[in-house]
């Protein structure tokens, strides 16, 4: 069973910057192939923010680029760098780990359950 663990979330002041993680574990050896960091804010949809492959190409939404930054460990573990937060980036934020365990012939997506993100004054 694979389990994604976000974490860093909290209440963080307009212009403030917070670091999330996300760490990826399971019952058997497994590849990551891809990182992706996903937000739902309130009342909206979920929509995509930043992704990271094993090779650590990274892409990000337009709204996000320059503020934002996706990275990866070798300890199964990703990071989303959060700068220059506004009240508009307050979110749930999720975390999506595209990977094949060892016992599987196929990867598949996997999600964390998430990390509150607020910014307000």
């Known amino acids: 069973q694979v389990h994604l663990v976000e974490s860093g979330g909290g209440l963080v002041q307009p212009g403030g910057s917070l670091r999330l993680s996300c760490t990826a574990s399971a019952g058997s050896l497994f590849s990551m192939n891809s990182w992706a960091w996903y937000r739902q804010a309130p009342g909206k949809e979920r929509e995509w923010v930043a992704r990271?492959?094993?090779?650590?190409?990274t892409d990000y939404a337009a709204q996000m680029k320059d503020r934002f930054t996706v990275s990866s460990d070798d300890s199964n573990t990703a990071y989303l760098q959060m700068d220059d937060l506004n009240p508009e980036d307050t979110a749930v934020y999720y975390c999506s780990g595209n990977l094949r365990l060892v016992t599987e012939l196929y990867s598949k997506d996997y999600w964390g359950k998430g990390t509150l993100v607020t910014v307000s004054s």
């Open positions: 990271i492959t094993a090779g650590g190409i």
